[in-house]
């Protein structure tokens, strides 16, 4: 196994930015769950196509890079995991990210297109209900990173 200074090996790097990029998405997912969406709910009809396109120009901006980060680093953990890490969590981890990933794409990014095209006071609402199988999805990947750091430091 090559090591990439400070002893690392490529997959223990690609353990660490995934485990970065998961960890930020998980204290995002649940700000986004316990205030920004609820705020979202807030807003009123008439301000919603204002707000939902500032919302996803300055979303995009934060979750990109974390975003990217988290999935290349998944792709090569995938391929090659620590030794020390059980088999099959990388696979769960995979897992879980394309529900994060499938729930952005077909629940959230279409309700957030709503609220620009055609504004209702029901779309804020949806969002929060809808957004809870990306929480409890990057929740648990979090889980799955720290168990997966745990066994390559035991």
Known sequence: MVNYGYGLSMSEIALLANTAGTLFMVG?????????????AQVDVKDQKSVGHEHQRRTSQVVGL???????S??????????????????????????????????SVPLHERMT??????????????????????????????????QTIS
Not at 66 to 72: I, L, N, Q
Not at 81 to 92: A, E, K, S, Y
């Open 66 to 72: 974390p975003m990217a980060v988290e999935g290349v």
């Open 117 to 150: 095209s055609k504004p209702s006071s029901q779309i804020g609402k949806k969002l929060v209900a809808t957004n809870w199988p990306r929480t409890i999805s990057w929740t648990f990947r979090g889980v799955i990173c720290l168990v997966m750091c745990a």
């Open 28 to 40: 995002l997912i649940w700000f986004v769950q316990r205030v920004h969406y609820p705020l979202l």
């Open 74 to 107: 998944t792709l090569v953990l995938l391929v090659s995991r620590p030794d020390q890490v059980t088999w099959f969590l990388p696979w769960v981890g995979a897992f879980l990210l394309a529900i994060s990933l499938g729930s952005t794409v077909f629940l």
